[in-house]
C-alpha cells in the first residue's frame, strides 16, 4: 500500500509545475489524453496547490463513466508516459524505480517513528524533530531516495532511524591538509576536536602515532570513509599522504539533512561530503560551497555583522567558521573528505546555550500526519487556541475563535522568523535561501518566539552586501554573489514558497483558517517590511508587485535526472507559478500606514488616493474598522465610525491620532465614543494618548526615603522591560522605538559608540569591552537609573539614560520635584544625527517620562555651561537654561521644562 505522504508530495509536485490538474467538488482531476483521466479525492483543497488527499486514485477511461480504482505506481506511470515522453524510456523506467523506492523507505521510516513515540511520548525539541521528518520535501516526487544506500546502511546513518554511529579518524600530512579557519587556527581547532572527541591527549600519543609528527586529524561519516578507503586504494599518493588511525569516536546521529551529524556533547556540529544521492543531488561538497560558510564568519565579525545581530535578538545564526579537505600533490581540493564545522548552540558551553527542547524543525512541523488533514504545527496552534480562549483540550472552539488563534501565531511566525530572513536581505545583502529543513522554531507556550537558521551554502550576497561589508571584500571576493533582481525570484523560492506557503497550508488544512486570509494578514507585514527604509527594498517590491513567483521544478529534475548540485544553469530548473502574495486590484492603489500599538499590536491605516477623508483600519490583514473625517470648523474635525458598533478603544485613538498626524487637525470630535461623545485637544490627545507608552505607569503608593545625597524621596518603582515607548511619526514616516539596553544584545554597540572620539570627549567613558560590561552590569543595580537604546524603524542610533533627579548628583542643586526625571543623551549612529532626527527622539523621550510618571512636573538635565550648542539642542525640545552651577568636575547649566509647558509648545 503506497504511503498517503507519497501520494500527497507526488501529485502536488507535478501539479505545481505543470498546471496540468482541475479541482472540481473536492475531486483532483489529471487528464492522461482525450479519452483517459485520473481522478484524485482530496480531503483538503488548497489554493496553492498544496492539496490533502484521501488515498484513493480513480482512471476514468471515458467521459461518462465510473472511475475504476488503480494503485499509485499504475497511475504514477499513466501520468509520466502521458505527460513526459520526452524524457527518453531508460530516465522514466529510473524515475519510477525510485519513487518506489522512496516510497518504502516513507512506510519504515514513518512505522520507526512512530515505535519511538510509543515508547517516549514526550520526545520533542532539536533532536527529535530533527529525526521525524519521514516524508521528506513535501513538494518532491520522491523526496526520500538515498540511492545507493540499502536497508542495513539507511537504519544506521538516516535520521527518521535514529541510530548512532562513530566518525571514523584519519590522520592528513600538513602539506596536503587545506581548508580554512574563522575560529582560530585550523590545525589547532582540529587537534582540539580530535582531543575532545576521542578523551586522547596528543602530546601524550606514542611517538609513532602520526598525529606527533606533522600530520594532523580530519574525521569522516562512516559511508564517507567508506568511500574515502576505496578512492584510496586506487590512488598511490595516498599512502604517505593520509593514514587511517583505525580510530573510531562513537554518538553521533544524522540531522534531517543526513550529511549534518550532531553528538550532543561536542561543541560542533559536523557537516560532512556525504557519497550519497538525495531528492535532486549527490550530496558531496566542494571548497566553493564551505567558503561560504567561512566568508559568512568574516562578514559577522564585521560593525554591520554586529549590528544585523543585535537587529535580531531571536534569531540565532549557525555558522560555520571552519573547513577542511585533503588537496592532490597537484593541488586539486577534493570534495569527498571535505568536512565542515557549524555550531551546535545547544552544547553547554556555547555562548547562547539554547534549550534544545524549545526547538522544532519547520518541516516537520508543517508535516502532514498519514491520516487526517493534521500536522504538528495544528497540535501547537490547537494547544494555543485553546490557551488564548481558557478551554480545556476537549472543548470545542467556534470559528472566529480558531481564526484568531491563527492569525496570532502567524504574526509571531511572521516576526520572528520571516522578518530576519527578510531584514539580512533588504538592509545587509545577505540572502539566506532558507527552505523548511533549515529553519528550527523556537517555541514557547506553543508560539514562535525565536528562530535558529543554518546551511551557510545557501547564503548568498547582492551589491548591498558589497557595500554593507566593504573592509571584508578588499581582501577576498563575495562568493556566491548575483545582482539583486537577479537573486530576488530565488530568495522567494525558499522563503515564501517552500517555507511561508507550506506553513499557511498547513494551518489552513487543518480547519483554523483560510489561507487567502493568512496571505492578506502576510501582504501587509511585507509592506510594513518594505516602508521602514530599508536599503534595498526590491525584494519586497518583488513579492507585492510581481503577478508570479519563481519554482523549482524538483519533478522535472528528478524525472531528468539532473545533479541540481553540478547544473551550469539552474535557472532550466525553475519555471513561475502565481503569486498568491501580489496586491489584489482592489488594494493596489491604496496609501498604507503601518502603525505599532501596545502588547504587540500593529495597526495598518488604509486610505484610497481619491478621498483621504475616508480611511480603514486593518489588523492582522483583516478589516477592522472604516471613518469617514468631515473638517466642522478651521482645524477641528469630526470623526464618524461605519461600523456602529466599534468598541474597541485602540482603534478610536489610532484613528484620532491619524487626523491630528495627516491632517494637522487641533481638535478632534468623536460622537460615537464607546464611553459616550469624546472631544479632544491636539495638547489633550498627546499626554493622554494610551498608544505609546508600552509600560506600566508609576502611580503606586508614595513611601519616602532617603537618598545617599541627603534628598528625600519616594521609593521607586522597578526598571522596567523590553519596549518603553513606540510611535509612528507621520512626516518621517519613520517608527521610534526606546527599549532597555538588554547587556548581551547591545553591549557591542555600546563599546563602539563610548570609544568614539566625539562620544568620549562628551561622556568621558572609552575604554575596554570588560570596562564597558562592568558599567553596564553596575547600571542594572542602580534603581535610581536605568540605560535606553533608541532605535529607528529597528536600526539603533543612540543610547540614553534615564534618572530620577532627586537621588542623582544633581538633586541638591535646585528645588526638585519628587518625580522630576533627567536624562543623558547620546547619538552613535552618525546616520540619525541632525535636527529632523533630534526633535523626533529627544521630545519622544521627555513625552514617555511625562507619561510613564503622571505625577512628575519636570523634565531637567545639566549639560556643561560652556556648550551654548547643547543648550540650544535642549531647547528646541522645551529644557530652557534657568542657572549655572558648579559640579566637582564641570560647571553645569540647568535646563528644565515643565509638563504643561511641554505639551502645549513642544509635543508633536
Not at 470559528?399 to 520571516?418: E, H, R
Request: glycine letters at 6%; one cysteine or more.
Amino acid at each position: 500500500m503506497t504511503h498517503p505522504l507519497t501520494i500527497q508530495h507526488f501529485f502536488n509536485s507535478v501539479l505545481i509545475e505543470t498546471g496540468l490538474g482541475q479541482v472540481s467538488q473536492q475531486i483532483l482531476r489529471l487528464p492522461l489524453d482525450k479519452e483517459r483521466e485520473l481522478q484524485l479525492p482530496l480531503s483538503y483543497v488548497s489554493p496553492s496547490g498544496r492539496h490533502r488527499y484521501q488515498g484513493e486514485i480513480g482512471l476514468m477511461l471515458t467521459p461518462n463513466g465510473q472511475p475504476q480504482r488503480i494503485e499509485f505506481a499504475e497511475a504514477a506511470k499513466a501520468l509520466v508516459d502521458a505527460h513526459f515522453s520526452d524524457i527518453d524510456d531508460h530516465k522514466r523506467r529510473k524515475f519510477l524505480e525510485r519513487v518506489q523506492q522512496s516510497d518504502r523507505y516513507v512506510a519504515r521510516a514513518d512505522l520507526a517513528v512512530a515505535d519511538r513515540h510509543d515508547i517516549d511520548v514526550n520526545r520533542s525539541g532539536f533532536i527529535a524533530s530533527e529525526q521525524q521528518l519521514s516524508g521528506g520535501h513535501s513538494m518532491h516526487p520522491a523526496p526520500k531516495c538515498n540511492e545507493p544506500l540499502n536497508d542495513i546502511q539507511q537504519a544506521n546513518y538516516l535520521p527518521e532511524f535514529a541510530g548512532q554511529f562513530p566518525l571514523h579518524w584519519f590522520a592528513v600530512k600538513g602539506s596536503h591538509l587545506v581548508g580554512e579557519s574563522a575560529a582560530g587556527e585550523l590545525a589547532t581547532e582540529l587537534l582540539a576536536l580530535f582531543e575532545h572527541c576521542t578523551d586522547a591527549q596528543v602530546n601524550e600519543l606514542p611517538e609513532t602515532n602520526p598525529l606527533t609528527q606533522g600530520y594532523l586529524p580530519l574525521p569522516m561519516h562512516p559511508l564517507q570513509a567508506d568511500a574515502w578507503r576505496e578512492f584510496a586504494s586506487q590512488t598511490p599518493w595516498t599512502d604517505a599522504a593520509v593514514i587511517d588511525l583505525k580510530l573510531t569516536s562513537s554518538g553521533w546521529t544524522a540531522t534531517s539533512s543526513s550529511r549534518a551529524i550532531y553528538h550532543p556533547d561536542c561543541p560542533w556540529m559536523i557537516k560532512v561530503s556525504l557519497p550519497v544521492r538525495l531528492t535532486n543531488s549527490l550530496r558531496t561538497m566542494s571548497a566553493k560551497e564551505a567558503q561560504r560558510g567561512t566568508q559568512f564568519s568574516a562578514l559577522m565579525a564585521t560593525e554591520a555583522g554586529e549590528q544585523m545581530r543585535q537587529r535580531l535578538p531571536n534569531t540565532y545564526l549557525l555558522q560555520e567558521p571552519l573547513w577542511c579537505s585533503i588537496q592532490t600533490p597537484q593541488g586539486e581540493i577534493l570534495d569527498l573528505p571535505l568536512v565542515s564545522l557549524r555550531d551546535n548552540p545547544f552544547h553547554q558551553d556555547h555562548t547562547s546555550r539554547l534549550d534544545p527542547k524549545r526547538f522544532h524543525m519547520l518541516a516537520t512541523l508543517n508535516q502532514s500526519k498519514p491520516q487526517g488533514n493534521g500536522s504538528q504545527l495544528a497540535d501547537h496552534l490547537q494547544r494555543y487556541a485553546n490557551q488564548l480562549h481558557n478551554v480545556n483540550d476537549d472543548s470545542p472552539l467556534s470559528a472566529i475563535a480558531k481564526q484568531q488563534a491563527a492569525l496570532n501565531w502567524m504574526q509571531a511566525f511572521l516576526q520572528q522568523v520571516i522578518t530576519p530572513l527578510c531584514i539580512a536581505r533588504s538592509d545587509y545583502g545577505i540572502v539566506m535561501l532558507a527552505h523548511q529543513q533549515n529553519l528550527m522554531v523556537e517555541m514557547e507556550q506553543d508560539l514562535p518566539v525565536g528562530v535558529a537558521i543554518r546551511d551557510c551554502q545557501g547564503f548568498g550576497l547582492t551589491t548591498l552586501a558589497k557595500r554593507r561589508f566593504a573592509e571584508v571584500f578588499e581582501h577576498q571576493p563575495p562568493h556566491y554573489y548575483m545582482e539583486s533582481d537577479e537573486l530576488n525570484p530565488y530568495h522567494a523560492y525558499y522563503v515564501v514558497g517552500n517555507t511561508l506557503l507550506n506553513s499557511i497550508a498547513a494551518i489552513a488544512a487543518a480547519g483554523f483558517i483560510s489561507e487567502a486570509k493568512l496571505w492578506a494578514q502576510c501582504r501587509d507585514h511585507f509592506d510594513a517590511l518594505a516602508q521602514r527604509h530599508p536599503q534595498d527594498d526590491s525584494f519586497y517590491r518583488y513579492l507585492l508587485d510581481s503577478p508570479t513567483l519563481r519554482w523549482k521544478r524538483n519533478f522535472l529534475c528528478f524525472l531528468a535526472d539532473f545533479n541540481e548540485a553540478t547544473l551550469e544553469n539552474p535557472a532550466q530548473i525553475y519555471c513561475d507559478i502565481p503569486n498568491p502574495l501580489q496586491w489584489p486590484a482592489e488594494r493596489s492603489g491604496q496609501q498604507r500606514i503601518h502603525k505599532p500599538l501596545p502588547d504587540n499590536r500593529q495597526i495598518t491605516l488604509v486610505q484610497s488616493l481619491d478621498s483621504r477623508s475616508d480611511f480603514a483600519l486593518y489588523e492582522q490583514g483583516q478589516h477592522q474598522a472604516s471613518f469617514i473625517a468631515k473638517e466642522s470648523a478651521a482645524k477641528q474635525w469630526q470623526l464618524t465610525a461605519l461600523d456602529s458598533d466599534l468598541s474597541d478603544p485602540m482603534l478610536w485613538w489610532s484613528a484620532a491620532e491619524h487626523l491630528f498626524g495627516s491632517f494637522d487637525a487641533q481638535k478632534v470630535v468623536m460622537p460615537q465614543w464607546p464611553e459616550g461623545e469624546k472631544s479632544l485637544s491636539k495638547p489633550e490627545f498627546l499626554q493622554q494618548s494610551p498608544l505609546w507608552l508600552c509600560t506600566a505607569k508609576d502611580t503606586g503608593d508614595i513611601e519616602m526615603v532617603s537618598a545617599d545625597n541627603g534628598c528625600r524621596h519616594p521609593k521607586r518603582p522597578a526598571h522596567p522591560r523590553g519596549v518603553m515607548f513606540q510611535r509612528y511619526y507621520y512626516h518621517l514616516k519613520r517608527t521610534l522605538t526606546l527599549r532597555v539596553i538588554e547587556l548581551e544584545r547591545d553591549l557591542p554597540c555600546f563599546h563602539r559608540w563610548q570609544n568614539n572620539p566625539e562620544v568620549a570627549a562628551m561622556w568621558e567613558l572609552e575604554g575596554s569591552l570588560t570596562l564597558h560590561r562592568d558599567y553596564l552590569n553596575a547600571q542594572k543595580q542602580d534603581r535610581h537609573a536605568y540605560g535606553v537604546i533608541g532605535e529607528f524603524d529597528g536600526v539603533p542610533f543612540g543610547y540614553f539614560e534615564i534618572y530620577w533627579a532627586a537621588e542623582d548628583r544633581i538633586g541638591p542643586f535646585y528645588d526638585h520635584g519628587l518625580f522630576d526625571t533627567g536624562v543623558h543623551m547620546l547619538v552613535g549612529n552618525m546616520a540619525f544625527r541632525g535636527g529632523s532626527y533630534f526633535d523626533v527622539w529627544a521630545r519622544s523621550i521627555v513625552q514617555y517620562c511625562f507619561q510613564r510618571a503622571p505625577r512628575m512636573a519636570a523634565v531637567v538635565g545639566e549639560p556643561r555651561a560652556d556648550n551654548p550648542r547643547v543648550q540650544m539642542l535642549n531647547a528646541r525640545i522645551g529644557l530652557e537654561k534657568q542657572f549655572e552651577f558648579d559640579f566637582p568636575h564641570k560647571r553645569a547649566a540647568l535646563i528644565l521644562c515643565g509638563r504643561e509647558r511641554f505639551f502645549n509648545q513642544f509635543a508633536f
